[in-house]
């Protein structure tokens, strides 16, 4: 009996870390699916299969034209909508992941990423790394380094100021008001940082210590913060109001009021790597499904889609495919996802 009062209360605790909308429901079971694939809502094609090897992230201008940034610090584009790649940069130290990709226009653009720590007697970690690029991906040039940590993520508000999350020494967020020729701090936080990101009114930060933090004035101060029931957070994204974020990778929470409060939502998918919020309606889970079993299990590519905020989802498993650990959609219905080394077309319907 007291393990039952013990487990109840634990489940009750649980639920109410996060206030839930009524209308949130429970979600479907993955279906399984084959390339290319087409649903009513949904279509998903093979771009490419030579894709780099350890993409972290991939942001692409148009249907033609991207980029991809890998664990090993170089910098990928392609023009021929992912069929080809080429190489725009590689680091002075190859332990230098690159973590993030943003554009703020066609022509500029910026990757982030280093390592705050090393191995071995007398190691000097690589420290972090802001890169830009003025030309669109084709050449690129250091803005900002650090020497003991590691740039996370980057956003840039509504006036144009860049934002970067940092962890190691110094830790915090940096922000720049000439487009990177600088940096200040202006937020620490006594844990770890995984994603920034901006809406037109609100910017919002979040990662270690169980909390995700929240800026009603571009970025200035950062006052308003709510507690997570688990201690990481490893995506956020929004549109306007509504924003999703992913809890540890196996849960999704999802807000219609500016963060104000959030609902879990229960995807299909069973690992969760990337989530895009495509409009106030639509949405995407990225990851992975079942796995293969055994010693050493392979996890199936996986994808939830939602057209209502949330409340339900539809969810697709494609076992010819490794785990999606990224996406980037350049239009509400246009986007690119990565499964190991292939390059899905994605049309939101």
């Not at 653009?109 to 084709?138: H, Q, R």
């Not at 487009?179 to 006594?190: D, F, K, N, R, Y």
């Not at 998918?269 to 995407?284: D, G, M, P, Q, R």
Request: charged fraction near 15%; glycine fraction near 12%.
């Amino acid at each position: 009996m007291k393990k039952i009062l013990l487990l109840t209360v634990g489940l009750l605790a649980a639920l109410s870390s996060c206030k839930e909308d009524a209308d949130v429901q429970q979600s479907a079971e993955l279906v399984k699916g084959t390339l290319p694939f087409e649903s009513s809502k949904l279509k998903i094609s093979v771009a490419s299969t030579s894709l780099p090897v350890s993409i972290l992230d991939i942001y692409f201008l148009n249907e033609t034209t991207g980029l991809a940034t890998t664990y090993d610090g170089k910098i990928y584009r392609t023009t021929d909508q992912g069929a080809s790649w080429s190489a725009q940069y590689s680091p002075a130290l190859p332990d230098q992941p690159l973590y993030q990709l943003l554009f703020t226009d066609l022509k500029t653009g910026y990757a982030v990423g280093g390592k705050s720590s090393c191995g071995g007697t007398g190691c000097v970690p690589p420290g972090g790394v802001v890169l830009k690029t003025d030309d669109g991906g084709t050449t690129w040039r250091r803005v900002y380094l650090g020497t003991q940590n590691e740039v996370v993520s980057i956003a840039v508000n509504a006036a144009g100021h860049l934002f970067i999350a940092a962890n190691g020494t110094p830790a915090g967020l940096f922000r720049s008001t000439d487009a990177g020729a600088s940096w200040q701090l202006v937020e620490t936080a006594g844990n770890s940082f995984s994603k920034v990101v901006f809406t037109p009114t609100t910017g919002y930060y979040t990662g270690g210590g169980a909390q995700l933090v929240r800026s009603t004035d571009a970025g200035a101060t950062w006052p308003s913060k709510t507690l997570l029931s688990y201690n990481y957070a490893n995506d956020l994204a929004f549109t306007n109001e509504r924003g999703y974020y992913v809890l540890g990778y196996s849960r999704a929470y999802t807000t219609s009021n500016n963060g104000a409060t959030w609902a879990e939502v229960n995807s299909p998918v069973t690992s969760i790597s990337k989530v895009n919020s495509l409009t106030t309606s639509s949405a995407l889970l990225w990851g992975g499904g079942h796995s293969t079993g055994g010693d050493f299990p392979i996890q199936y590519a996986a994808v939830g889609q939602t057209t209502d905020g949330g409340n339900t989802w539809t969810g697709t498993e494609f076992q010819e495919l490794t785990r999606v650990s990224t996406a980037y959609f350049y239009t509400p219905q246009q986007g690119y996802a990565v499964a190991g080394k292939t390059l899905l077309k994605v049309t939101v319907k």
